[in-house]
């Protein structure tokens, strides 16, 4: 730390001398040696490292379990949601809920990009961010004054900082810039869940029967003899896509499953899914025979509610030699490993990565092409807007 | 609750009236509705519903991770470890530590089996079950007066309930009793591993160069091209067998990482890996390039420590492509989900289910045929005995 541009220099950006990593280590405050990801506070001055980029940010997008945690920790009024925001930030040098441990994404404009940078980044691209903000150095400047706390979306300014092996993607020209950040913010679901029915569509396993016929058919049937996919939150942001790109890569049946009626009615009308059906996903006897009863048990169960205790569901809601993809943040390890072991359900439990190579793109080009995943999207959006949620965020 | 044989019957045994669940659920108290492995708390009397099995217990096995929170809660003394274990099976009905989640198994005799249970049990047969402590209905009656409090190995007196879809199997006749508890309790590890190798070995990925030679060559190298599998706690009882299940299943290459030489001493002596790498899992950095440095990253990478912060080291020991196996109760399901994504790791990422068909039979035949892993199993168990573990449990 004898380096003069290190040295108690803590507001103006300037490159750094010396080597960073690429995976921000040199960041983590403490505890010393983990990832950021897993520390408890990072060094987010705006100087950089060679490799980094400053990010000015213009709005955070928090994760849905996050957002659900603060809300119903603080009760959802503007000061209090800012007021439990902003000392996390300024206090973690990130934005990371101490108690659901995750963060959300941001979108913002490139202010600067270290000369080692391999993002191909440049000052002013406007950028999503594609790792969490649970990992990303943040200062916010304005307490967050133009957030109202009904939205997920935060308007903001601060600046971020990306890593050499951060990821973050050029916002689309063609898509509303809260749309966008919407999408992105979920675009590993759609990935993931896309990887795992190709395989189960390739693969022998429990399948679809064929194409359903008579009252309640659906208009566009998935592929016949294709898995069964049960969509658990089917009318959220990042089930919506799950299920366009289930059907996409070949299921046979498509199963959305919601908490209420109102909520159906939206799916249905959007078109994604074969079978709409309204459950509790807390409730594990009563959503698998939910999900039974519209043509499961499922082959690929993919969990997008963001409430804790639906992993016994999931679970029974699944096939034997099936695949349940948990992408909630609220999931419980614990509960899912001893609660499968505990029916003797011998069913494969992926943890929702993130990152899937590609998965900005596919996630874009999903609401590009999937008018009712771009209406529930925006009907979401709105709803934000107007502090109206009925429905809830993904449950 | 109209029933004479319900109502108040708290003692005596004796068939139940009625359908049960054969999912335990008539089990639950609280909360109501949901599964027996979420429960807070269950109905532990000993009178049958007519699907169940009653066991008289002799033996508890806590798991590694509920094991070592209690210790170090405590301090470990007997008296201070019996009053941490015997109030939460009193207050819960089941023995599931409420901080770790999770319980582990138990082996006993069967006392009475309902006339409508599938289990294919008999009243006089000795047991162990295959579903965790944490959903499994258990009364104490002794007090844990027999426990020193040094082993995971609790004995007891009391009984215990198995559901109808509960899993339980004879104990073997040729094997000590403390010994098949041990790799009973860890069976679904090498079970799952052997799948997962199995697979990797099968399809395409990043696999290991052919066998190794010159000074440190193994003894038995792996399958030339077989896929690299690294194994975290490989030293312990989960550890020891997956590795011993990687083998076999056509592991290329399997590097077994310990936390210090002196297990990594008795891990080469044992000839279960290929390579002994001694490095911290919590610390991402040195783990991922003492798996690099070992022949990683690994195709396959298998999380066998019972201490919390290990989800980043494993995922940056695994190459693009491959997979991470977490059995460890301590897994943090975010910071796996977040970790990954955080260093834009394609992995998939598995939560360890205890149930594989098959595996008790597996884990048990793994013991017999290979020395070096009933050699390490005997060496554990010794120890525990004796109040000594120098290199704790798995890590």
């Known amino acids: 730390m004898g380096d003069v541009t290190e040295v108690g220099d803590v507001t103006g950006p300037g490159p750094r001398s010396g080597p960073g990593s690429p995976l921000g280590l040199h960041r983590v405050l403490e505890p010393a040696g983990v990832l950021p990801q897993a520390a408890w506070k990072l060094d987010p001055r705006p100087s950089l490292w060679p490799d980094e980029v400053r990010v000015a940010v213009e709005r955070l997008n928090l994760d849905a379990a996050s957002f659900r945690q603060l809300r119903e920790a603080t009760g959802g009024a503007a000061a209090d949601m800012r007021a439990a925001v902003c000392p996390i930030v300024a206090e973690r040098g990130k934005m990371q809920n101490p108690v659901t441990g995750s963060g959300g994404m941001l979108t913002g404009v490139v202010e600067e990009a270290g000369p080692c940078s391999p993002l191909g980044l440049a000052a002013g691209d406007r950028i999503a961010t594609l790792v969490s903000l649970s990992l990303t150095p943040l200062v916010i400047t304005d307490g967050l004054a133009g957030w109202d706390g009904r939205s997920e979306q935060v308007p903001g300014r601060g600046h971020a900082i990306l890593f050499g092996r951060s990821i973050a993607t050029v916002l689309p020209p063609d898509l509303p810039g809260p749309l966008a950040l919407a999408v992105l913010d979920v675009a590993g679901a759609p990935a993931l869940t896309s990887r795992v029915v190709s395989r189960a569509a390739a693969g022998p396993g429990p399948s679809a029967p064929g194409t359903p016929d008579g009252p309640g058919a659906p208009d566009r049937p998935g592929a016949p003899g294709g898995p069964v996919v049960a969509i658990i939150g089917a009318g959220g942001k990042s089930g919506s896509l799950s299920a366009a790109a289930a059907r996409e890569a ?146």
């Open 250 to 395: 070949g299921a046979g049946r498509v199963i959305g499953v919601v908490p209420a009626e109102a909520e159906g009615a939206a799916l249905r009308a959007a078109g994604l899914v074969d079978e709409v059906v309204v459950a509790d996903a807390r409730d594990p006897v009563a959503l698998a025979a939910a999900v039974r009863g519209a043509g499961g048990p499922a082959a690929v169960t993919v969990v997008c509610v963001d409430v804790p205790g639906c992993e016994g569901g999931a679970v029974l809601s699944t096939a034997d030699g099936g695949t349940v993809v948990f992408f909630s943040m609220a999931t419980s390890f614990t509960a899912a490993a001893l609660g499968a072991e505990g029916v003797a359900a011998d069913v494969t439990m992926l943890i929702g990565n993130g990152y899937v190579p590609g998965h900005a793109q596919l996630a874009l080009d999903l609401v590009r092409r999937e008018p009712g995943v771009r209406g529930l999207f925006e009907a979401r959006i709105s709803e934000e807007t107007r502090g109206n949620r009925p429905g809830l965020e993904e449950k």
